[in-house]
């Protein structure tokens, strides 16, 4: 459109042959060539955006499974959410299996970031998907998670060409499992996560275990202790939560952070658990 002004212009004034002319032409031309360019990168950068995002998709698929809706009489629901931007995939890691023992759970948080984390939190979440099918003890299955990662660090290891070398403070994975039998209980084993709640007529306790544990990989504070299996009753109509930190360490405005004990009491107990994590949300 430019152009066509410019040349009615040029006419009508009758200046072809002067400098101005052919300068404005040659401008034009210019930045018509680079607003060609930049959008044609615009669309290239997209694409590739979308096909990236495609990919991790896929893999949040393939590492963290969708929770069903249900398994036996119980009802349940996830909810993840990436803390990097535009990510869809991280450390965080949870399972929900219906096992010859009950309803199975884990949630846990490999420390670090990027690749390696993801790659930590595949490996446990692996282990965990075959033991807890085979394995009647809770212990023995989270002893399990445990050699899966350090099978996972030691090859990480020995791959000294890695593009980020391992950081020795960030070679664990906090972690929870719980267990749901046919009866009306709820068994716990937990090694340095956050404490499960328990949403009951109203009032959110937090499940503490009587032996605090540290997390996996960390074994050489853990001695000769054993990781004992923490009982608590879980009545028809209670609500159980098992979170991560990103939550309890989200901050508001002011800097307190989020209390998610009293909001989650406040939240109704009717409803599924979709719409009371919507709610969370």
């Keep these: 459109m430019a152009g066509v002004v410019s040349t009615i212009t040029a006419t009508h004034n009758h200046a072809w042959g002067s400098q101005q002319v052919y300068a404005n032409l ?41 929770v069903p809706a249900r398994l036996n ?12 931007a535009g990510a869809r995939i991280g450390g965080d890691l949870y399972e929900v299996l219906d096992t010859p023992f009950g309803i199975r759970i884990i949630v846990g948080d490999a420390q670090g970031k990027g690749l390696p984390a993801v790659r930590t939190a595949a490996a446990v979440l692996g282990a965990f998907r075959e033991a807890a099918h085979y394995e009647p ?28 070398p391992l950081d020795p403070t960030e070679q664990f994975v906090t972690a929870v499992l719980a267990q749901v039998p046919d009866t009306p ?26 032996c605090p544990l540290p997390p996996l990989g960390l ?56 719409k009371l994590l919507d709610r969370l949300r």
Aim: net charge negative.
């Design 73 to 84: 009489d119980v009802t349940a629901a996830g909810l993840y959410l990436a803390a990097e």
């Design 137 to 164: 003890e809770l212990p023995e299955v989270m002893r399990r998670c445990e050699a899966a990662l350090h099978r996972e660090l030691s090859r990480a290891r020995s791959h000294e060409e890695a593009a980020e």
């Design 219 to 274: 074994e050489e504070f853990l001695g000769s202790h054993p990781m004992p299996v923490q009982t608590y009753p879980f009545e028809p109509g209670d609500r159980l939560l098992l979170y991560t930190d990103g939550v309890v360490e989200a901050r508001d405005p002011a800097g307190n952070f989020f209390d998610l004990p009293a909001h989650l009491a406040q939240l109704s107990e009717e409803g599924s658990p979709e």
């Design 185 to 210: 209980v709820v068994d716990l084993v937990s090694r340095g996560h956050h404490p499960p709640l328990l949403l009951h007529r109203g009032e959110a306790d937090a499940l503490e275990t009587s």
């Design 26 to 66: 040659l401008a034009l031309l210019v930045v018509s060539v680079a607003s060609l360019a930049t959008s044609i990168a615009r669309v290239r950068k997209e694409q590739e955006l979308a096909k990236v995002r495609r990919i991790s998709q896929v893999s949040q698929d393939v590492v963290l499974h969708p």
